[in-house]
């Protein structure tokens, strides 16, 4: 078993990739927002940070380590953050983590993480090679 790293006490001293408000469409009955909505918020961020690495489309072909620490509740401020971790010919592995914080607080807390792959593509849809060199960005 690997073992996981600490977690970190305050979010990334930089730009988040994505940042909302978790509304009440997007809860259960019991007020938690569902993990399916924060997963797709992730998934959008990391998205964005693959497809400026890639310099083009992209594709999610796998999460992995989604690690679900604490609930996000209507009206929570939610921001994700990320990092390209490896980069292999045609794939990208990208750390991924949402932070919640309180309308009326300051401090954040880190409520989810997990590492997504990603798969540049051209056209057809069909696997390409990531260009060379680094795209400014996460």
Known sequence: M????????????????LRTIAMPADANPNGDIFG?????????????????RARGRVATVAVDAIVFHSPVLVGDEV???????AVG????KIEIEAWRRERAD?????VTE???????????????PVPSGKVSGP
Do not use: Q
């Open 114 to 128: 997990a590492v997504f792959t990603f798969v540049a593509i051209d056209a057809a849809r069909r696997p390409r």
């Open 79 to 85: 921001s994700i953050y990320g990092r390209i971790v």
């Open 36 to 52: 399916g909505w924060l997963m797709g918020l992730m998934d959008l961020a990391a998205g964005n940070a693959a497809g400026r």
């Open 106 to 110: 300051d401090s954040a807390n880190l």
């Open 2 to 17: 690997t073992e996981r790293k600490p977690r970190p006490a305050a979010p990334p001293d930089e730009a988040p990739l």
């Open 89 to 92: 010919r045609s794939s990208m």
